[in-house]
């Protein structure tokens, strides 16, 4: 009699890998971008085939690292001037080659100038590894705007330009860069839980009015579209704002103004008003109905980044989408 046993397939498709690894397909082939799992030799681009081994190794792995996940104690803080360079190491980890990262010195300087700019996720107390981290930059709104509008570039913010949190009132942000390492996306939800708690914390002597943001890529759009940022086409096809003086629709945004009401009946204090120079920025962005064109290069090919200038991506660098409402 034969034997009727299958022999296992080496290789498979792309789909039935992911499903394999228990991934979505685009953190699947951040693994094969990444050299963890070998493609069939020559196999086409189109339907191409993935090595069964590697992906049992990578699947092996990940098995590991959720078993010690509850030994690890990630810590929650902002990134110091000491922190710059292991913030660098994570992007290197997420993008590699593919990106130009501004000097050292230059971050550096931001984090002196406002120690709360960039809040990060540490794997353990002796911050040896960042991995999850968010930039958001208080700046005046017209600089934003010029920023988004492309009438001037990212290189251009002078440090002296970032607010220092010193005077009371109300900030305008840019969220300039959110990056999490592809193994641990869960993190970027514990990321804006502990950013609300920052700035509800501060309020009523500090608060801030709008965030604005540029995705460069299709995770960075899903990511603003879960946090139901609105559309700014007026500034750039991909600008997008979210207005915290307005009702939330996310679940994420309802929890902080919630906070911020709660913090409102217990002083007995009103809603705050924003600055007349606010109100009179957005009369004349909003006066604006002609979309002029971007001066700025589009450079959105680079695996869901922009060209890494001084600001290393504009919300939209998780390569695995995060769970948001």
């Known amino acids: 009699m034969k034997n009727m046993t299958t022999k296992p397939e080496e290789y498979v498709g792309s789909r039935e890998g992911a499903e394999l690894l ?39 792995k990940l098995t590991g690292k959720k078993r010690t996940k509850n030994l690890t104690h990630h810590i929650v803080d902002w990134i110091g001037v000491d922190d710059v360079l292991t913030s660098l ?26 120690p709360h700019v960039a809040l990060a996720i540490y794997d353990s107390p002796k911050r040896e590894r960042i991995l999850a981290y968010i930039s958001i930059l208080p700046l005046p709104e017209q600089t934003i705007i010029k920023v988004l509008h492309g009438e001037q570039h990212e290189t251009k913010i002078g440090t002296e ?18 990056v999490t390492d592809p193994d641990h996306p869960e993190l970027l939800n514990t990321l804006l839980r ?48 979210l207005n915290l003086m307005r009702p939330g629709a996310s679940r994420f945004v ?11 009946k217990a002083s007995g204090i009103n809603e705050p008003e924003t600055d007349n120079h606010e109100e009179k920025a957005d009369s004349k962005i909003d006066s604006r109905t002609e979309r002029k064109p971007r001066t700025m290069g589009d450079t959105s ?20 989408e995060p769970t948001l409402s």
């Open 301 to 320: 090919g680079q695996n869901g980044v922009k060209q890494k200038t001084p600001s290393r991506s504009r919300s939209h660098s998780t390569k695995a």
């Open 161 to 178: 330009e970032i607010e220092t949190y010193e005077r009371k009132g109300d900030y305008t942000l840019l969220a300039e860069s959110v």
């Open 89 to 114: 190491k994570l992007d290197y980890r997420v993008y590699g080659d593919e990106v130009f990262l501004a000097d050292l010195p230059y971050y550096a300087e931001r984090v002196k100038r406002n």
């Open 22 to 60: 228990g991934v979505d397909t685009g953190r699947f082939f951040y693994y094969v971008q990444s050299g963890q799992i070998a493609k069939e030799p020559d196999s086409p681009k189109r339907n191409a085939r993935y090595s069964v081994a590697d992906i049992l190794k990578v699947k092996e």
């Open 194 to 241: 502990h950013l609300a708690a920052y700035w509800c914390e501060q309020y009523p002597d500090r608060y801030v009015t709008k965030i604005y943001a540029q995705a460069e890529s299709r995770h960075g759009d899903i990511l603003i579209q879960k946090l139901f940022l609105a559309p700014r086409e007026d500034l750039a096809p991909n600008a997008y704002v």
């Open 254 to 264: 309802r929890q902080f103004q919630e906070c911020i009401e709660q913090k409102q």
